[in-house]
C-alpha cells in the first residue's frame, strides 16, 4: 500500500538545482554571517560562526556536492544565509544560495533517484519529486556525512 501522508520539506536553490529537507531537521534560518576559517579541517567545511551561545560548523555544500557557486544577484544574495540542522544530536550549519519556501508532499510522490545523478552522490539523496518545473532533490540530512566525518567535525571546533 503505498504512503499517502504528507511530508514538510523546507525547499532552497543551491547552483542550477532545487533541494529539500525534512521541516524537523531544520532547526532554524540565519542570514549568512561572517565564517571563521579553522585551519587543517576538511575541505568541506567552510569554517565556524557563533550562534548566540554556541559555536557551530558550517559545511559549504558546493565542495561537498563539487557543485559551482552561481554569481547572485543582489536580491538573491538578500536569501542566501545557513540551514541549521540537527544531525546525530549535532548541530551543524549548511551554506545555501537562496531559501525559497516550505511546502507539503506526499511520500508516495518522492521517487527513488536515478542510477545516473548529476552533480552529487545518491547516497545523499532520499529520493527526487517531479514537479511542474524540474524536481526537487530530497536529501537525507542524516546520511550526508559518514560517522567519521561527523567525528572530523566535532574535532574541528574542538568538541
Keep these: ?50 550562534l548566540r551561545r554556541d559555536i557551530l560548523p558550517v559545511i559549504n555544500l558546493h565542495r561537498r556536492f563539487n557543485i559551482e557557486s552561481p554569481e547572485l544577484s543582489e536580491e538573491d544574495r538578500l536569501l542566501s544565509g545557513i540551514l541549521i540542522l540537527e544531525v546525530s544530536n549535532n548541530r551543524i550549519g549548511i551554506i545555501i544560495d537562496k531559501v525559497l519556501r516550505v511546502v507539503s508532499i506526499e511520500r508516495s510522490r518522492i521517487q527513488p533517484p536515478p542510477e545516473v545523478f548529476t552533480g552529487i552522490g545518491t547516497e545523499y539523496i532520499e529520493g527526487v519529486v ?21 567525528r572530523q567535525i566535532e574535532r574541528s571546533i574542538g568538541k
Excluded: C, W
Design 130 to 150: 517531479h514537479q511542474e518545473d524540474g524536481y526537487l532533490i530530497v536529501l537525507d540530512v542524516h546520511r550526508l556525512f559518514s560517522p567519521k566525518e561527523l
Design 1 to 50: 500500500m503505498a504512503d499517502n501522508s504528507n511530508i514538510q520539506l523546507v525547499t532552497f536553490q543551491l547552483g542550477n538545482e532545487f533541494y529539500g529537507v525534512d521541516i524537523f531537521d531544520v532547526k532554524e534560518i540565519q542570514r549568512l554571517h561572517e565564517i571563521r576559517p579553522i585551519p587543517n579541517a576538511p575541505p568541506f567545511i567552510e569554517g565556524i560562526f557563533k
